[in-house]
């Protein structure tokens, strides 16, 4: 699949298959508006629930892999994130990296940071990208004055080819937001995080300069 080939050479990370590291119980759709379906369910050791967000976008696949491969443009889409950029750590690779990303959290909380470990993973045969994002729990990045460091938290980004001009995209986003109110805001912040960057990310991925990955 000469199509399928093209996304290695496309850095592809994380800031979501449909099962997540820990088990959890059966989803429950809690919307379906814009096109995109939403569903929630608990997982086994959280208080926090996990989110799943589904939808199919007109756009080839390795135009949502450039747009999520664009790490620096992650605050023009990803909901609340106000900076993101790579770790540098020696022995990474394309598709094994460590990612920084910054979230403005609404006054009267202190804002958000975390740093994950990502995994990309192709299935060629299938047409399937699935990339694994794991908050690290150790101070991976020095602590910055005025942020709460998130430590708990999982994404899945999925992309399956449809067609060739299809894709379906699932974000799967679990996060604890740390800090004395973290029950408080949890959840509705996963919630708004899920829906808003997929809504976003479709958008992002009109911009021509996207567009040009789907034709080399």
Not at 24 to 34: M, V
Not at 78 to 90: A, G, N, T
Not at 106 to 129: E, H, M, N, Q, T
Not at 178 to 206: E, Q
């Amino acid at each position: 699949m000469k199509s399928v080939i093209k996304l290695i050479k496309i850095n592809l990370i994380l800031i979501a298959c449909p099962v997540m590291l820990v088990a959890g119980s059966d989803w429950k759709l809690i919307s379906d508006e814009e096109s995109i379906a939403l569903y929630s369910r608990e997982v086994s050791g959280h208080s926090d629930l996990e989110f799943k967000g589904v939808c199919l976008v007109n756009q080839p696949l390795e135009v949502i892999g450039a747009v999520l491969s664009d790490i620096p443009s992650y605050p023009k889409w990803f909901f609340k994130c106000i900076e993101s950029e790579k770790i540098p750590v020696e022995n990474t690779s394309e598709f094994n990296f460590y990612l920084y990303i910054a979230l403005d959290t609404p006054w009267p909380f202190s804002d958000r940071d975390v740093a994950y470990k990502v995994k990309v993973a192709i299935d060629y045969a299938l047409g399937k990208v699935v990339i694994q994002s794991t908050a690290l729990t150790e101070q991976f990045v020095p602590l910055r004055r005025g942020y709460v460091r998130i430590t708990d938290s999982e994404h899945q980004w999925i992309l399956e080819r449809v067609s060739s001009e299809r894709t379906r995209i699932t974000f799967i986003n679990r996060t604890n937001a740390a800090g004395s109110f973290a029950n408080y805001i949890s959840d509705p912040g996963t919630r708004s995080t899920t829906v808003y960057s997929l809504k976003n990310l479709i958008d992002r991925a009109k911009d021509p300069k996207y567009a040009r990955a789907g034709e080399n």
